[in-house]
């Protein structure tokens, strides 16, 4: 028996069917080419460039805007850019989660699911005006407040990292239910039972067996949050103020209004190093995370909905 | 899984512990587990009803009863899971009710063993004394000793996902066990596993019982398993327990219609007493004619009656068997219908001139058994004692 499982396994037999594996994914290969790799080598070419008169760059080696960087300003924001980030990312991961447990939980998945999505119907910019009107001194928060008799005058809620903050974790949450979702839905419930019955607090059950078990979503949420505020521009610049200025917006500024464009490559390069950093890092905690796959968990639990 | 056939021949004596497992022999540890009045619905289904039991201390316990039938509920009622609409469990005399399942001496073997594929076997096993931060040095040589017991000491370092089903199994027995808990609950461990598998982990299972001394709570629909290992069983259908008793008298003395059909195969037939003379009953059965049954406590002439006979109890011959001196043989005539050969014995459908279809299960002898071999369409004798048949009221 052993020998003819060991055979069945090894020998393939002799029509070998061709691998058309890179013929599929060349339409893919293609457009990542000319519309991702490519204008990422113009920008490092142009980050190593010297600053043109009138804007553009001056073809030749140049390590100008590498040595403009180290000054007090871009420290400042990169610091700034970094720490709104995380915080956004780790708020976001903690409304994401047990938002994402409820829906994986709920019988009602596809509704939650729609409701979750509904915000992408409308633009993106119009949801950030919708804050304004919300937080704004006239807005509807504070004309709330003021009618209740809780503050005499309006609250300034806007421009401030606090609004920033609040914008951004309200944009990208979706990027994180979904993920976090989805893992939690392939989890297997009763394990939590197992750990209650083994001696696991409630709490003790979510912490040591739900969250190792859905490291791979916690990742994917993480990375979906994180990069792009890495690089937010339009939040910070339509309710931040001075002191949230974040890297998204010097790059703007240094592009169109000072017109230093090897600098503006120059800070792009560092967010696409900063966030392959924290990709990578993700990765490897990945990578440590073990194989929690067990396609042999037969005869579960029916009593789902 | 090869090392594991042929199963009966090689199976591995649980090995000898020192003192840390089980301790002294028979010696019993578990808690008496008392279910009062326990009833649960979901919605308008009412899942348990009324459902009372004492399990005794280091006792053997089967749940028996066809799927649906609310096993499952009820160890999740025991194990604090799920809470009763009504009624009462307690443990050793003191209501668990209001504790979660992580404050109850109560420790459960999964349906689908419930491990957790982020451990390895030895984490897995070690979880519950992770959780009381149990020194390092401790936690290695128990669950070293709980690893042995249940012989998958060399597969400490696997992934539960790179395990048998077999092996899964005793992971996550040896992970119940390793708490001490006073009862062990275990929802229908073997199902997952094949027939020659599901016997020997069967009998590694009992024998760990003996071993631990602790009350096993065990959940089956499969009657063979709960009669081979049980000292009780408990047979529910429907939300109901409709009997407890030992495997014999389950077997022997089922108290209903479903229980003598669930428990092994049976034959009933429906009649009316006729006469009772001491303990001996003559049923009129249509068709069959005058049936003789013994009965301890007879019921009165006149009133409806089933017959129950169990097809192994029923003599099939191609001759008439000599008249013997006993009274107390019921005689039937038939011809075979079907003969269906299962190896250690057949079991034949034999019709009688009325129509009636009966079972019967004859074990295959030795060279000392005598007589031709019965084929289909052959003309047979059926007989059987009156001792051998029981009566079940009508219901
Ligand atoms: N959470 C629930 N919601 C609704 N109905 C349920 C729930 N849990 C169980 N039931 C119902 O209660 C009945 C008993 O279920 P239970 O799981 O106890 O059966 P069981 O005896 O363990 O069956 P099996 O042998 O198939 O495991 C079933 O009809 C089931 O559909
Ligand atoms: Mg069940």
């Not at chain 2, 495997?247 to 479903?258: Q, R, V």
């Amino acid at each position: 028996m052993a020998p003819m499982a060991v055979r069945s396994r090894t020998s393939r037999g002799p029509g070998r069917v061709r691998n058309y594996g890179p013929a599929y994914a060349g339409p893919a290969g293609i457009w990542l080419t000319v519309f991702f790799v490519a204008p990422l080598l113009v920008i490092v070419a142009y980050s190593f460039m010297a600053k043109g008169l009138y804007g553009g760059v001056e073809p030749r080696f140049s390590l100008e805007a590498y040595r403009s960087l180290a000054n007090s300003v871009f420290l400042r924001v990169s610091m700034n850019t970094l720490g709104i980030s995380l915080v956004t990312t780790v708020l976001a991961i903690l409304i994401a989660l047990p938002c994402g447990y409820y829906m994986a939980r709920s019988n009602r998945k596809t509704l939650l699911l729609m409701l979750v999505i509904i915000p992408f119907w409308t633009n993106f910019l119009i949801r950030i005006y919708a804050w304004i009107a919300i937080l704004g001194n006239n807005g509807f928060l504070n004309a709330l407040l003021l009618r209740a008799g809780i503050v005499a005058a309006p609250v300034q809620f806007l421009y401030n990292q606090v609004a920033v903050t609040i914008v951004l974790v309200y944009t990208y949450l979706p990027y994180a239910i979904l993920p976090l979702y989805s893992t939690i839905e392939k989890f297997d419930f009763s394990l939590l039972e197992a750990a209650r019955d083994l001696g696991c607090t409630r709490r003790g059950a979510i912490f040591r067996v739900l969250l190792p078990n859905i490291r791979a979503g916690i990742i994917t949420a993480v990375l979906f949050v994180f990069i792009p505020t890495f690089g937010a521009y339009a939040v910070p610049l339509l309710v931040g103020g001075k002191e949230s200025y974040m890297l998204g917006n010097f790059v703007a500024e240094e592009l169109t209004r000072t017109r230093n464009w090897p600098l503006a490559s120059a800070i792009s390069m560092v967010i696409t190093l900063v966030t392959t950093l924290g990709l990578w890092l993700m990765f490897r905690l990945q990578g440590k995370a073990p194989q929690a796959k067990d396609p042999a968990r037969s005869g579960g639990e029916r009593r789902a909905p | 899984m090869l090392h594991f056939s042929p199963p009966f021949a090689i199976i591995p004596p649980v090995p000898s512990r020192p003192a840390t497992i089980g301790g002294k022999r028979n010696e019993l540890k578990g808690s008496d587990v008392s279910i009062e009045g326990v009833s649960k619905s979901f919605g308008t289904f009412t899942a348990l009803r009324d459902v009372s039991m004492v399990i005794r201390k280091g006792e053997f316990y089967s749940l028996l009863g066809p799927s649906g039938c609310g096993k499952t509920t009820l160890l999740r009622i025991i194990a604090g899971f799920d809470d009763p609409d009504g009624g009462e469990v307690s443990l050793d005399g003191t209501s668990v009710l209001n504790l979660p399942p992580n404050e109850r001496h109560v420790n459960t073997v999964f349906q689908n063993y419930a491990l957790f594929p982020h451990l390895t076997v030895f984490e897995n096993v070690a979880f519950p004394l992770r959780l009381k931060k149990t020194p390092n040095a401790t936690v290695r040589s128990r669950v070293g000793d709980y690893l042995e017991l249940v012989q998958l000491s060399s597969h400490a370092e696997k992934m539960p996902a790179q395990l048998s089903g077999g092996q899964k199994q005793r992971v996550a027995v040896a992970r119940a066990l390793i708490n001490e808990p006073s009862v062990l609950l275990l929802d229908e461990p073997l199902s997952a596993l094949d027939a020659k598998l599901r016997q020997h982990m069967l009998i590694e299972l009992d024998a760990i019982h003996d071993k631990i001394g602790i009350t096993f709570i065990y959940v089956t629909h499969d009657q063979q398993e709960a009669l081979s290992v049980s000292d009780r069983i408990a047979v529910m259908n429907a939300g109901q327990v409709l009997q407890i008793g030992t495997p014999h008298e389950i077997y022997e003395s089922p108290a209903t219609g479903f229980v003598a059909a669930f428990i092994g195969e049976t034959n009933m037939f429906e009649g009316t007493v006729e006469s009772v003379e001491g303990t001996m009953v003559a049923v009129d059965v249509t068709g069959l004619g005058r049936i003789l049954v013994t009965e301890d406590e007879p019921p009165a002439p006149g009133s409806k009656a089933s017959v129950v006979v169990r097809p192994e109890k029923i003599r099939i011959d191609t001759e008439r068997p000599a008249p013997a001196k006993r009274t107390d043989i019921n005689f039937l005539e038939g011809s075979v219908d079907e003969p269906i050969y299962s190896g250690s014995s057949t079991k034949y459908y034999v019709r009688h001139q009325s129509g009636t279809m009966l079972k019967v299960i004859k074990q295959h002898a030795n060279w000392s058994d005598e007589g031709p071999e019965i084929e289909w369409k052959d003309k047979v004798y059926l007989s059987w004692s009156a001792d051998d048949a029981y009566l079940l009221g009508a219901s």
